[in-house]
């Protein structure tokens, strides 16, 4: 029945705050890409599906660029305060397109295989809607609480015609999308409770058993296996950048450099701290990333700036790798003066520069040079910085 028309609504404007801190979980890396861009993959590549649109939290747009990659995508729309209210604007964004099916999915479901998106697609042509779904193989118990809170079995409970809903849900467009005006108010767990409740006829085909929905921090690495073993792991290439500074000494009685604090009988003049080392660094790395300089990122003429302390903006660069689903691989920085003496500082510049960008220690190298008193920094005028760095990336093809 490739007649239809298939759109598929994939519902990724969630914070999945169980899942652990930093990146909301359909945008966290797994294999180097985030997970929102295998579970757009999967369907983006299907021959059954004609369009497919993402409801995303309107804080979410450069993530969700990144997740999407060069695939072939309908503009996001925004989601709302919960789920179901997310699932139904998007519904609604896809009244002029009047798919004939849509399918709605679960960002954070990675592993979702094709012949699963088929086989609800196709129950879609002899019911309003049909949901992946797998049996309780499972013995299932109730459970009472004994007077200290340990859980104590109450009894077993026939596992018999009880089936775990999953996602993709398929539904005939504008029966779902009547079945959500419907329940406007009303709280359902899934869409296929909306449409019971709208007395919709929902069939359960065959799920995976690998159709894991990324919930808890643990999840992350069971989805990094099953990815692996279903051929989805992301080629990655590797970018090489380069940075360069200088300051000029001024008055003072230290300088930093590499985030090192360093007594001197002169400190260094910028807007900032003034650190050159990891201000090449910073560069270097967006010079791999491709994302300019950072003058761009951090304008000198910006009041927030002054005095700043340059860690920020090498951990700045960092996490716009992160976002990306890179990492970096090694950063090498040579510091060019006579004075100070580096040597001695040496360690402490490789361990606080590997701590603000997350690395161990063996991945960063700092170097030092002189110019034979030649030049600005031969005549102990200022102090350069040239860098390195080599970062990991998913290639774009
Ligand atoms: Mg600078």
Not at 111 to 124: D, Q, Y
């Amino acid at each position: 029945m490739s007649s239809q028309r298939v759109a598929v609504l994939v519902v990724a404007a969630g914070r999945g705050s169980r899942a652990g801190g930093g990146l909301p979980k359909q945008y966290r890396p797994v294999h180097g890409r985030p997970v929102l861009g295998y579970s757009l993959e999967a369907f983006a590549r299907h021959p059954l599906v004609d369009m497919i649109r993402v409801v995303i939290h309107p804080e979410d747009l450069p993530l969700y660029r990144e997740a999407g990659g060069a695939l072939e995508l309908m503009e996001p729309v925004h989601g709302g305060e919960t789920r179901q209210e997310s699932v139904y604007l998007g519904l609604i964004s896809l009244k002029e397109q009047a798919p004939d099916v849509v399918l709605i999915h679960d960002g954070a479901r990675p592993v979702v295989e094709p012949g699963l998106i088929a086989r609800v697609i196709e129950a879609c042509a002899h019911y309003p809607g049909a949901i992946a779904a797998m049996p309780v193989t499972d013995t299932l118990k109730r459970a009472r609480a004994d007077h200290d809170g340990m859980a104590l079995i109450d009894g077993t409970v026939s596992r018999e015609g009880l089936w775990r809903a999953q996602t993709p849900q398929g539904f005939r467009y504008a029966d779902i999308l009547s079945a959500h005006e419907q329940a406007r108010g009303r709280t359902y767990t899934d869409d296929a409770a909306v449409a019971e409740a709208a007395g919709l006829t929902v069939a359960l085909v065959e799920g995976g058993r690998d159709n894991l929905k990324i919930t808890l921090p643990g999840d992350f690495d069971t989805a990094g296996e099953l990815i692996r073993e279903h051929g989805h792991v992301m080629q990655m290439e590797t970018r090489l950048g380069t940075g360069f500074d200088v300051h000029k000494f001024g008055p003072g009685d230290k300088v930093m450099l590499c985030g090192v604090p360093i007594p001197h009988d002169r400190g260094l003049v910028g807007h900032s701290d003034a650190d050159a080392g990891l201000h090449a660094l910073t560069d270097a790395l967006l010079g791999a990333l491709g994302a300019g300089d950072i003058g761009q990122h951090f304008p000198p003429t910006d009041e927030k700036w002054k005095g700043a302390s340059s860690d920020r903006f090498l951990r700045h660069a960092v996490s716009l790798i992160e976002e990306r689903g890179g990492r970096v691989v090694h950063l090498d920085v040579t510091l060019i003066c006579e004075r100070p003496k580096v040597g001695p500082h040496r360690e402490a510049m490789i361990r606080r520069i590997a701590e603000i960008a997350g690395l161990p220690p063996k991945r960063v190298n700092v170097k030092a040079t002189t110019t034979e008193q030649l030049g600005f920094t031969g005549r102990r005028e200022g102090i350069a910085a040239q860098a390195a760095a080599t970062i990991a990336l998913p290639a774009e093809g």
